[in-house]
């Protein structure tokens, strides 16, 4: 039984883990979520430089949101500005140069998540 109940875990704490690397850089994706834009899309190896994305997917806007700044932060990212308030949270992460302003809203239980990297010019 010790054994099930191990493995019950390891599931259910994989369900609430942070998604992959988009295109082999170091920005996380939303697990469970799909893109439905990517725009003006800059990479350099390792690296997401600018753009937008676009996700859509289901789920608790609460643990989402803790569970990609906590990701994010993992790949060397630094959360300096977040706010959760209702069906909406936003926030800014930033990584040497680069910001990455985002947005997560909740809509009768379905996400729309927006990522906007950018650097000074």
Known sequence: ?????????????????GGELYMETDF??????ILKVADKVDKSPGRIQAGQLEYEGEGDLNATYRVFVAEMVKHGWSSSQDNMSGDKATGVLSKDTRK??????????????VFTISQPK
């Open 1 to 17: 039984m010790r054994t099930v109940s191990v493995l019950f875990v390891m599931v259910a704490a994989a369900g609430c883990s």
């Open 28 to 33: 996380i994706e939303l697990k469970g979520f």
């Open 100 to 113: 990455c302003a985002w947005s997560l809203t909740n809509t009768n239980g379905k996400i729309r998540a």
